[in-house]
């Protein structure tokens, strides 16, 4: 197999590019933090100004050309975050100080409750206005149904009898009435992002791309393409009001408006949209329903033209790729306010999918719903562990454009208790899941301690995890080559629900997500536009270069008229469709299907089941690909084929449990097992057994042929005896990681922290020890209760590093008959060091070795 021959050999490309983050610092630090990140095994970096006092003035431009001088050196590429600041929208100010009118606009709502009969009546409507720009849209009379409800059927435009934009004039009816008065206006909304760019209007993000796009062509043209591989958009957003919970109809919020959107909806409708706006604020029923999907439908798709689109192609005219994400956290991918209303056409236009993991979103075991968090929401750990890797994998999948390339922002804001465990785990998450190309967060060169958003590697030689930090840079790049350039195979979709949001009553997709996910049926996140487009045959939908066998459909109280149609013709392939816990009782745009519903109820390829039942009915079906032989919640998989080979990659993302199971899959012949941290080959009797430690993970090949890459062979362990004390230990701390001093003797292993005056330790722990061995065909050294990272030496020569578990360690060589002398050295992080505040938020564990030592001596089968 050409790639894993390619990884064998150290011939892989590069997949990660960590921000930068630049605060005008002086020449030989820009250099040294450059040459670090090389020195990682990364061969490009992400330029983030966000903490830079002059952006795009001449300290800026002095830092790029050493930035630009220091690349080209080195060979490596460079990209560029496209704002002063995040979240991307901001254009340094332009939009704000000189194209006011291209600032945010938003659409509001007033309500104003009265009782009647009372003919001629007046209702004064002038503190509707927040300011002097504000625009009136309509003003409608409706009759109540409760509160904040009205009949849709009662609803009256009266605008036109408006005076002075001071009152209204109408004649109220008997009964309760509400007069609800509709204003434009640009005040208002997140207040965070004040003053940034209205992305739905185009001429607005052209202020974006003239102001920072074009200001860098213009100095580095001869760049683009070459050392310039292209722009970051980090999170831009509608804005219109702060958080994740902006799901229409549900909260109370302004909307993204630009001035012709009335007449836009309209269009939609077929009729004047004017009296029914409210109705996007306000209860209105089924009519509500409707108006909220038309208008939700809209903005997304004008978000993706005037925005997305926009950027993209005038990168693509420029010769450099767009990549970058939006915010997806707790939902907020099909809403408003942090999100762009709809996650597959917010980046549909961008040359790779994007996400991003912070602030303890992703953290082991915690997957079972909300958490406490540094956000005052929370986190919703379902979300984070079942939807977010796959919402930007399916993306990556489906978009030809993209070429199965998903990118991630990672590590970024756990705090200095964060190590390359932890990352390893994130890394490992991500890449089961498809996500193939990676943001580290971040190479900092301001002095340390910095508080912005630790921790950050290297830290100026401060942080003893960075000496492991470029073994799992090596690894991800190595694994990231090998999920690149072939096609994910999966044998379910699971159908996106953002217009279900839209619409009514619904589920979240992470809930079937979580029951295939924890059963090791792997699926993709499919939006409705793709599926519209989409090929159906009896072997299943076709979609780009992925085959699907079978669909899951959330429940949803509506969906699009045109979606059921095309449902019913998949039925018609007779490709099975999992439907949870009902099915519609009508549709989003207002159109009767309910013809279509029902031969969808009655067709023998709908089954209608819950969610505890999803998993074990898809299995009945034999649609699975990957059998397990024991329920087995966290152990994942994903299989991705190349042209001469298939890759399955498995892994445990339980933080304490191991797991001991067997698989089977689909394919057949010789299988290999490919140690990705070791980049060695293993080859085995019995493949298929799956025996993983917390952290660990497991590549399995089955190439069409390979070369001159002979692998180990199986091992039958014949003896195990432990490593007893007494150990003498001692600590080597910044500025000197080599320099042990203060040796001490343990008799036995424990914690650390509990030996007087190292209660706050960070750097690096040498243990010592002598014991007797009787050599054998293979001898190895296996640790338990390690934190952080762990070096061994033998007899004063260096066996390796391993920054999580399984710590095991092939000593073979090394050993000889008789008294051998082990040397251990274990990092710590940095947070006994600076107690930070994210730290506050992960458990922080002992430091050393805890648990226990044991020499393993092997037969060689």
């Not at 590093?801 to 095991?808: A, D, N, R, T």
Request: glycine share 8%; with cysteine.
């Amino acid at each position: 197999m050409i790639r894993l021959n390619d990884a064998l050999d150290g011939n892989t490309g590069n997949y990660i590019l960590p921000f930068l983050w630049l605060h005008g610092e002086e020449e030989n630090v820009l250099r040294e933090t450059v040459q670090k990140i090389e020195e990682s095994g990364i061969k490009a970096f992400c330029i983030e100004a966000r903490p830079h006092p002059d952006f795009l003035k001449a300290t800026w431009w002095r830092d790029i050309d050493i930035l630009m001088e220091e690349a080209k050196k080195r060979e490596m590429k460079m990209w560029i975050l496209d704002d002063s600041h995040f979240p991307t929208g901001f254009a340094n100010g332009e939009v704000k100080n000189n194209y006011p009118h291209l600032q945010k606009k938003f659409l509001t709502c007033k309500v104003l409750d009265f009782f009647g009969p009372v003919p001629h009546a007046q209702a004064i409507i002038r503190y509707a206005y927040r300011t002097a720009q504000d625009e009136l849209i309509a003003v409608v009379l409706g009759k109540k149904t409760g509160y904040e409800k009205v009949d849709p059927e009662t609803l009256v435009d009266i605008t036109a009898q408006v005076v002075d934009d001071k009152v209204v004039t109408f004649d109220l009816q008997e009964g309760e009435w509400s007069v609800m008065i509709v204003i434009s206006t640009y005040a208002g909304g997140e207040k965070e992002t004040e003053g940034y760019l209205n992305p739905i209007v185009p001429e607005a993000t052209d202020v974006l791309i003239h102001t920072v796009y074009e200001a860098h062509y213009e100095k580095y043209k001869d760049e683009f393409g070459k050392t310039i591989a292209g722009f970051f958009s980090d999170e831009p957003r509608f804005g219109n009001m702060h958080g994740a919970n902006g799901s229409i109809g549900r909260v109370d919020m302004d909307l993204p408006w630009r001035d012709d959107l009335d007449e836009l909806i309209s269009k939609k409708r077929g009729e004047e949209c004017g009296k029914y706006l409210p109705l996007l604020f306000i209860d209105g029923g089924e009519t509500g329903h409707q108006i909220r999907y038309e208008y939700m439908d809209l903005v997304s798709k004008l978000y993706s033209e005037h925005f997305n689109k926009r950027i993209s192609k005038w990168c693509t005219s420029h010769g450099i790729e767009y990549i970058g994400h939006t915010i997806e956290d707790n939902n907020a991918h099909s809403r408003l306010g942090y999100g762009a209303g709809h996650f597959f056409r917010a980046m549909a236009h961008q040359d790779m999918a994007g996400i991003d993991v912070v602030l303890h979103q992703l953290l082991p075991g915690m997957d079972n719903g909300m958490f406490k968090s540094k956000t005052k929401e929370g986190w919703d750990g379902e979300f984070f562990h079942y939807a977010l890797g796959k919402l930007g994998s399916s993306l990556g999948h489906q978009n030809p454009k993209m070429q199965g390339r998903t990118m991630c922002e990672v590590f970024g804001a756990y705090g200095w208790a964060e190590g390359n465990k932890l990352m390893k785990w994130i890394i490992d998450y991500m890449l089961v899941r498809g996500v193939n190309y990676f943001v580290p967060h971040a190479f900092d060169p301001k002095e340390y301690p910095d508080a912005d958003c630790p921790p950050h590697f290297y830290a100026h030689g401060r942080d003893p995890q960075f000496s492991g930090f470029r073994m799992l840079m090596n690894y991800t790049n190595r694994l990231s080559h090998l999920f690149n350039g072939g096609v994910h195979r999966a044998p379910m979709g699971i159908i996106y629900h953002g217009e279900a949001e839209w619409s009514g009553d619904y589920m979240l997709l992470q809930k079937p997500a979580r029951e295939l996910t924890r059963n090791q049926i792997d699926f993709d996140i499919l939006p409705i536009d793709c599926l519209l487009a989409a090929q159906a045959t009896e072997r299943g939908v076709i979609i780009n270069q992925e085959t699907f066998k079978g669909l899951v459909i959330p429940y949803a109280e509506a969906l699009p008229s045109d979606f059921l149609i095309k449902l019913l013709e998949f039925t018609e392939h007779k490709i099975p469709l999992y439907w949870l816990n009902e099915l519609p009782v009508r549709t989003s745009d207002g159109k009767n299907a309910m013809a279509v519903i029902e031969k969808l109820r009655n067709s023998q390829y709908l089954k209608i089941v819950s969610e505890t039942q999803l998993a074990s009915t898809i299995k009945q079906d034999g649609l699975p690909e990957v059998l397990v032989d024991s329920y087995e919640p966290y152990l994942r998989y994903y299989h991705y084929e190349h042209k001469d080979g298939d890759i399955y990659f498995f892994v445990n993302e339980h933080p304490y449990n191991s797991v001991h199971t067997k698989v089977t899959l689909p394919s057949e012949g010789d299988c290999l097992i490919y140690d990705a941290m070791e980049n060695c080959l293993i080859e085995s009797n019995q493949p298929l057994d799956i025996n993983l430690s917390p952290y660990e993970s497991r590549v399995l090949i089955y190439p069409h042929s390979y070369e001159d890459k002979k692998p180990s062979r199986e091992l039958e362990l014949v003896a195990e005896q432990s490593l007893p004390g007494p150990y003498e230990i001692s600590f080597a701390c910044y500025p000197d990681f080599s320099d042990f001093k203060d040796i001490k003797t343990l008799e036995q292993l424990k914690p650390i922290q509990e030996i007087e005056g190292y209660e706050n330790f960070a750097g690096f722990i040498r243990y010592e020890v002598n014991a007797d061995v009787l050599k054998a065909e293979q001898v190895r050294l296996k640790l338990e209760g390690v934190a952080e990272g762990v070096k061994l030496w033998v007899n004063d020569e260096f066996i390796g590093e391993k920054i999580c578990p399984p710590y095991e360690f092939d000593m073979t060589k090394a050993i000889k008959n008789g008294k051998n002398q082990f040397r251990m050295e274990v990092s710590t992080t940095l947070v006994r060091e600076r107690y930070d505040f994210l730290s506050q938020f992960m458990i922080i564990e002992p430091i050393g070795i805890n648990g226990s030592i044991t020499i393993k001596s092997y037969r060689v089968q």
